[in-house]
């Protein structure tokens, strides 16, 4: 198996990084069917403001502008920042001590994000990245966030919270425009078309659909993940849920988990397609959603998780992250009768990834734990 010479991006003393540009390598989003297996890990891009290398801040979440020219991510130091993919470089860091950083995305002005806090209260806030000032600040929440979600055509967005609320927001105004009271709320997802949202309740192993108009009324489709899921993985049917995520043509909703596998559904239909299965060992490290404190943490410093799997932009793969290397589904695949689909293929890496992102636009995706890790096709492959 051929592999790609990887980048350390390291800043010399005056500050001009050890790196080549990759604009030649990230491509448009097409035929991933001819190049998924080929991926490699191309870019290491490594903080050199760490105070203690044994314990390196993690990356809490990654997220892309609606471009893909950008990737953010936001991290346990309480920082956020700000990559260019094209050039392959880091470009901006936001500090918020006061306040903590986690859940951090992209509005669709590339120049304003969201992110939830980690300390003092749980407000989410909006911030203005050119200038590093605030909006506006939206409270209501009482216990720590624990899911945001971006409407896929406006700045609304959502909330899930361990105070059993889900919140609608319009970053027009700081006041909530929605409220829905709920068991273990703690997961959301927008479908591509913004008409429909799910939530993901762990403890009642339900996922829950919503009509974007009329979400103040009971929900219009319930996935019963305990009866689709109980013979399969009947540990992670009611916990263990780190993400949700609808693929870009509506037709499945991806449920991640920290068990041996994640749970894909048809999202018309609401049955299981699929158990994408992990090899073996291969969880990461990472709680799931809820089941960390105020910081996203328990006291044996494992922080929550925002995904370690997810769909590429085509639909028809799903990429997850494990204790060492990348794996991904080919969800067009039949799996056999006990639903259990092996991965397609094994892209190899000796890092953990613990969360992962592939990009709307290009050719590209990323991983992360304690390092940033940029992902292309390898043209030799």
């Known amino acids: 198996m051929s592999s790609t010479p990887m980048d350390l991006d390291r800043p010399e003393r005056n500050g001009t990084p050890l790196s080549r540009n990759i604009p030649q390598s990230t491509t448009p989003v097409s ?16 903080r050199d403001d760490i105070k203690d290398p044994r314990q390196p801040p993690q990356v809490l979440s990654i997220d892309y502008n609606d471009d893909g020219e950008l990737l953010m991510t936001s991290s346990s130091d309480e920082t956020i920042h700000i ?15 006061k306040y903590g ?20 209260n749980n ?19 009482e216990s ?25 927001w319009d970053t027009q105004t700081k006041n909530w425009q929605g409220q829905l009271l709920l068991r273990s709320p703690y997961l959301a997802a927008y479908d591509p078309s913004g008409t429909v949202f799910a939530i993901g309740c762990p403890s009642s192993g339900s996922v829950l659909l919503y009509d974007v108009r009329h ?10 993940v305990v009866d689709h899921g109980r013979a399969i993985d009947p540990a992670h049917v009611v916990r263990g849920w780190t993400r949700l995520e609808f693929s870009n043509d509506g037709k499945s909703l991806l449920l991640g988990t920290r068990g041996a596998g994640h749970f894909l559904f048809d999202a018309f239909e609401g049955t299981l397609k699929a158990y994408l299965r992990r090899p073996p060992g291969g969880t990461t490290r990472r709680l799931a959603a809820g089941e ?3 910081s996203g943490a ?22 997850g992250g494990s204790r060492h290397d990348v794996v991904v589904w080919d969800t067009l695949k039949t799996p056999p009768p006990d639903k259990g689909l092996e991965p397609t293929w094994t892209l190899p890496d000796k890092r953990e990834a613990a969360v992962v992102g592939f990009n709307p636009r290009f050719n590209f995706f990323a991983t992360a734990d304690a390092d940033l890790l940029f992902w292309l096709p390898d043209p030799h492959a």
Do not use: W
């Open 123 to 141: 407000a989410i806030r909006y911030l203005a990245t050119h200038d590093n000032s605030f909006i506006r600040y939206f409270e209501g929440h």
């Open 215 to 224: 979400y103040d009324r009971a929900p219009f489709a319930t996935i019963d």
């Open 101 to 120: 950083a986690k859940l951090a995305k992209f509005t669709h002005t590339s120049s304003s994000i969201i992110y939830a806090s980690t300390k003092q």
């Open 292 to 294: 960390g404190g105020m």
């Open 144 to 168: 720590p966030v624990t899911s945001l979600a971006v409407h896929p055509g406006s700045d609304n967005f959502i909330s899930c919270s361990q105070d059993n609320t889900v919140r609608l």
């Open 31 to 46: 035929n991933l069917t001819d190049v998924m297996s080929s991926f490699r890990p191309t870019k290491l891009l490594r």
């Open 83 to 97: 990559y260019n993919v094209r050039e392959g470089r880091h470009e901006k860091c936001l500090i918020s001590k």
């Open 298 to 319: 328990n006291n044996a410093g494992q922080y929550e998780s925002s995904g370690d799997c997810c769909f590429a932009p085509d639909g028809r793969f799903v990429i």
